[in-house]
């Protein structure tokens, strides 16, 4: 019997030029109006690249109007990751997965779009398909297609496997 595909994606593995891949393409008007992403940070403004502190933060009660110190984009980077590991501590403390989102993060931060990978998650991945007994898990929904249109005595498959 000659080697059958069966399925295919749209997009290769690692696509790393679909849309949702991409960084750095957003205009910072869209950002803040059409995703109203305004106060993304209580330590610095992305916009403005100037620090933010319990003087010139809208929301506190101290609040003073005036400018925080400007910062370059680099150091606004640099804090806003940090941010961001701090406020993920809670959900990463302890347990099998504790260190991954730090060192997701960090390969954000500093690997300019290359593909991430662990061990660990790959695990966590493979045992969740694995293990997964509902009646509509995708490895007994594959077989399920499979068996139906597939002839094994004849050695034929069906075209109706291609029409899904």
């Not at 992305?46 to 809208?58: K, V």
């Not at 110190?69 to 959900?91: G, H, Q, V």
């Not at 989102?101 to 790959?122: E, P, R, V, W």
Request: hydrophobic share 35%; charged share 20%; glycine share 4%.
């Amino acid at each position: 019997m000659e080697p059958l595909l069966v399925y295919s994606t749209q997009r290769k593995f690692n696509d790393s030029s679909s849309d949702d891949m991409k960084y750095g393409d957003l205009s910072d008007s869209f950002l803040q109006d059409h995703l109203n992403l305004r106060d993304v940070s209580t330590v610095v403004n992305p916009y403005t690249m100037q620090l933010i502190s319990p003087f010139n933060h809208p929301q506190s009660r101290f609040y003073s109007p005036i400018a925080g110190k400007k910062i370059s984009k680099k150091e606004c980077i640099e804090l806003m990751f940090n941010d961001l590991r701090k406020l993920t501590l809670p959900f990463s403390f302890y347990g099998s997965y504790s260190g991954i989102i730090k060192q997701l993060f960090t390969h954000m931060q500093t690997m300019n779009g290359q593909s991430f990978s662990n061990a660990t998650l790959n695990a966590a991945l493979n045992h969740t398909i694995v293990s997964d007994k509902s009646s509509n898990n995708s490895i007994i929904r594959i077989k399920e297609i499979l068996d139906k249109n597939i002839d094994y005595k004849k050695r034929y498959c069906l075209e109706t496997l291609f029409l899904k």
